[in-house]
């Protein structure tokens, strides 16, 4: 069973930067694909960015491509969101997941494992 804690989370203008962390415990994480996910109030909890086990590989949503980072570091079982140019659209709550593969995965349901979410807010 791996547990995933997420954090950064918080209040900032448009136009400026946070970094989410998200730390794993329980279960091999530098073997499983890790996700970024965010959910606005009425609206479905939609992929932001995914990486492999090694970080060789990455995936983006179209809306972040350009201002959003993800990396890990599996010395310290730890994944990461950098989050620049921040935009009000960007306000969500940001969830982390781990996939049951190796790979970055996009979909939802290759996700069993989440966090319990960091609130990020834009103001304009």
């Known amino acids: 069973q791996v547990q995933l804690v997420e954090s950064g989370g918080g209040l900032v203008q448009a136009g400026g930067s946070l970094r989410l962390s998200c730390a794993a415990s329980?279960?091999?994480?530098?073997?499983?694909?890790m996700g970024w996910f965010r959910q606005a109030p009425g609206k479905e909890r939609d992929i932001v960015a995914a990486?492999?086990?090694?970080?060789?590989?990455?995936y983006y949503a179209i809306s972040v491509e350009g201002r959003f980072t993800i990396s890990r570091d599996n010395a310290k079982n730890t994944v990461y969101l950098q989050m620049n140019s921040l935009k009000p659209e960007d306000t969500a709550v940001y969830y982390c997941?781990?996939?049951?593969?190796?790979?970055?995965?996009?979909?939802?349901?290759?996700?069993?494992?989440w966090g319990q979410g960091t609130q990020v807010t834009v103001s304009s």
């Open positions: 329980g279960g091999t994480f530098s073997s499983r694909g």
């Open positions: 990486i492999n086990w090694s970080g060789s590989s990455t």
């Open positions: 997941a781990a996939a049951l593969f190796s790979s970055s995965r996009s979909q939802r349901t290759d996700y069993p494992y």
